[in-house]
């Protein structure tokens, strides 16, 4: 599976559903779309725990995560 690296996120929805972006911005630079995920709200909604767990178990390993981008 390739990866790509990602520093910036749009996240968008309607009524039936959520669409993620993911794209590589550079200073001064519009961002360039290269992943984009449409998923059910139930869906977005797991995906957010998931998130909030991992996120969870990543600050009791190595502290915590900094709002201002530190770490």
Avoid: W
Avoid at 19 to 41: K, L, S, W, Y
Avoid at 51 to 60: D, M, R, T
């Amino acid at each position: 599976m390739e990866g790509h690296f990602s520093n910036h996120l749009r996240i968008g929805h309607n009524g039936y559903e959520f669409i993620f972006e993911f794209a590589q911005c550079n200073v001064g630079e519009d961002g360039m779309v290269h992943t984009r995920i449409i998923t059910a709200p139930v869906y977005a909604k797991a995906f957010l725990e998931v998130i909030k767990e991992s996120v969870a178990q990543y600050e009791a390993e190595f502290g915590p995560i900094g709002i201002d981008g530190s770490r």
